[in-house]
């Protein structure tokens, strides 16, 4: 039986995300599940979650008060927040990408920078579906375990990064800059965030692996995993 892999979508941006994500799920084994505002708001019945690409996180949840008109989705905000609330309660894995590491990590108390150009001048922000950064990826992490130890290229569509590290959770890989690129917890249900878009490369191996992990994990899931306390909620 495939394991139900929830996917979070947005009503301002991420449909394509979406659809790419359901491709990668039905190639690992599962059976894609979309989530978001107006959609589908409940994760009853779901094994495993995956917090994908989209708008940015409003500040305010990671302790900035800002006045900028960013289009920021707080709809889709709040249910991604209670899905991870719901998968911590529930034991089941998740796995975010770009946004979805950086609420992951928002979610533990952690913290964004804001702008990754602004925050190292001079830095030339690289953006593009096919990869186009090299990101080097810590030794002895589930990461490495999924997708080899080796330096490994990666796409980018991104403008923001983690800046503090939430609690629980450590740096699986960095780009060659410094920026956090993956961050993963050390024990309990698999919470996996990459930066990049492992979606729209599934000709790769390395990046379907991501998927892949994902979907066993969520088939092999503990079901009497004890709750993990909340660090934030919408």
Request: hydrophobic share 40%.
């Amino acid at each position: 039986m495939r394991p139900r892999i929830g996917i979070t979508t947005g009503k301002r941006k991420g449909r394509a995300m979406r659809l790419a994500n359901a491709f990668n799920v039905l190639l690992a084994g599962g059976w894609p599940v979309t989530i978001g505002p107006g959609i589908r708001e409940s994760f009853d019945g779901l094994d495993g979650l995956i917090i994908g690409g989209g708008v940015d996180i409003e500040a305010r949840l990671y302790g900035i008060d800002t006045s900028d008109e960013w289009p920021y989705d707080p709809a889709r905000d709040a249910l991604e927040l209670a899905g991870i609330n719901w998968a911590d309660t529930q034991g089941a894995p998740i796995l975010g990408i770009c946004r979805g590491m950086q609420l992951l990590n928002v979610h533990r108390g952690g913290s964004l920078l804001n702008d990754i150009v602004a925050a190292k001048p001079g830095y030339r922000n690289k953006r593009s579906v096919l990869p186009c950064k090299m990101v080097e990826i810590t030794g002895q992490t589930l990461l490495a375990r999924v997708a080899g130890p080796a330096p490994l290229k990666v796409n980018a569509l991104h403008h923001q990064a983690v800046d503090r590290v939430g609690s629980g959770l450590v740096v699986a890989a960095r780009e060659q800059a410094g920026f956090v690129q993956s961050v993963e917890t050390t024990e309990g249900p698999m919470r996996l965030g990459v930066q990049w878009h492992p979606e729209l490369l599934p000709w790769s191996s390395r990046h379907r692996s991501v998927f892949s992990s994902l979907v066993e994990a969520a088939r092999q899931r503990d079901y009497r995993q004890p709750p993990v306390p909340s660090a934030i909620s919408a």
